[in-house]
């Protein structure tokens, strides 16, 4: 049985296998951990799904292999006693002495799928079985090369062809950097035709040739937030609104929620709500009194939302990540303070799930903690809204009397994206978040 490169999301093409479990000659039991990779996103244990020999490893540890890629080969148990284990190979094996098994298409499982018309298909990153109608195997090209879907996409929007690059990934494939390599080495277009790459690696390190510096590969993670905030800064147009908002009634309403939380036999509180757990909430109900700009950008269209699937900006090692709580209008605010809790953990140790950090109708980025009084947010495409929220701070507010006291505020900045919220869309919506976070009471009825 041949073990694919399993897809772990619509957007993710390619995966690294950072280490592998076992070793040609195993015996593998289902639910065995096989071998761990990295996307842009996750770091994942991808287990077997049956029993058998692992006959032969075909990608070996620290290289890249597009999704639907076969890596390995289990072989029965029976089959793989009557022959000794295929060792990993470090090269590709020529073509006309592969196994008969390597010469199948990569799409052959896709058409086995498509004749079990009767038998529904539930899509799961570890299984064999992709969904039909898609082949998410590398093009290929008609020198007998092939691409990385991630390579066509990226040569397509920068007009590079394909069969004019050398490539360095691994089978003779051309891979993300082969494409941005050829685009840095291409003669730059006329003003207004292409996206700007800015000065290559090399242009960049001759201004430094004096100075000490360490150079530090961009891994998956990297490459990929590099590439969204760029396309997100040149294709969307965006604007920003800032509001001072008091925080006095949250606060209170905060400690007065976990004083009177619950405890088990040992003393555990059931939650401890955070600031930011309130603010999540809030930006939720502000999202449903204001349907219009609970919406995405989708090329020629927009979509609208019945609910708010609210994107909340994670800072891991080496990047960022933006977990969702789903339905968050829909949720207690005890339930939405542990979920975060969870999906922070497990986006620090790099073990989300697709499902768990992709789509939302709008996101959140919070830098209060770091003492940042104000920014304002890249947009996270395509959604059409983020709130960055600053840090809280004392200052001296005019009081309905017309006296002067002292309040907790705190500074937030909604970027927006103009063709989906226009600036009294924007304005209306950041009006109903501060009146939420002004009377908390409201956004709990």
């Keep these: 049985m041949d073990v694919l490169m399993p897809q772990l999301g619509e957007t993710v ?37 049956t029993a058998g020999v692992l006959a032969e490893i075909r990608v070996p540890a620290g290289e890249v292999a597009p999704v639907g890629a076969v890596v390995a080969v289990i072989a029965d148990g029976a089959a793989a006693s009557a022959a000794p284990a295929a060792e990993t190979p470090s090269k590709p094996a020529p073509s006309s002495a592969a196994p008969a098994a390597r010469s199948a298409p990569v799409a052959a499982p896709i058409a086995a799928a498509q004749g079990a018309a009767a038998a529904p298909i539930k899509l799961d990153p570890f299984l064999e079985v992709r969904t039909p109608q898609r082949n998410y195997g590398p093009a290929r090209l008609a020198g007998g090369g092939s691409a990385t879907p991630l390579a066509r996409r990226l040569a397509a929007e920068g007009g590079i062809d394909l069969a004019a690059i050398s490539p360095s990934g691994p089978h003779g494939r051309i ?60 294709t969307i147009p965006h604007f920003y609104l800032t509001a001072d908002v008091e925080i006095g009634r949250l606060i209170t309403l905060r400690e007065e929620a976990n004083a009177a939380a619950p405890k088990d036999g040992d003393g555990k509180v059931a939650f401890k709500l955070s600031l930011n757990d309130l603010i999540i909430k809030a930006w939720a109900a502000a999202l449903q009194r204001v349907p219009a700009a609970n919406a995405v950008w989708a090329q020629d269209r927009i979509l609208r939302f019945q609910h708010c699937d609210i994107g909340v900006a994670v800072a891991i090692e080496g990047g960022l990540i933006a977990p969702v709580i789903r339905r ?81 505020v705190l500074a937030v900045t909604l970027s927006c994206d103009h063709r989906v919220v226009d600036g009294a869309l924007g304005a209306e919506l950041l009006a109903a978040f501060k009146s939420f976070i002004e009377r908390p009471v409201t956004m709990l009825v």
Aim: overall charge neutral; proline content about 6%.
């Design 13 to 49: 093409a390619e995966g690294k296998i950072t280490q592998w479990f076992k070793s040609a000659g195993d015996a593998i039991k289902p639910g065995d951990n096989l071998f761990e990779i990295e996307t842009d996103k996750v770091s994942m244990e991808v287990p077997s799904t």
């Design 175 to 234: 891979v993300a950097r082969d494409v941005e390599a050829a685009a840095r080495a291409a003669p730059k277009a006329a003003p207004g035709v292409a996206l700007a790459t800015g000065p290559s690696a090399e242009e960049v390190k001759a201004l430094y040739r004096d100075v000490p510096f360490q150079e530090v590969p961009l891994d998956g993670m990297r490459r990929i937030i590099a590439t969204r905030l760029v396309q997100a800064k040149q």
């Design 328 to 408: 968050a209008e829909m949720k207690a605010l005890s339930v939405i303070s542990n979920e975060m809790k969870e999906l922070a953990a497990r986006a620090r140790a790099r073990k989300l799930t697709p499902d768990e950090y992709q789509g939302g109708s709008s996101a959140i980025s919070n830098l209060g903690m770091y003492g940042v009084r104000e920014f304002s947010a890249v947009i996270n495409p395509p959604q059409a809204t983020m709130l960055a929220v600053g840090a809280a701070r004392r200052q001296a507010v005019e009081t309905e009397d017309g006296g002067v006291a002292f309040a907790s």
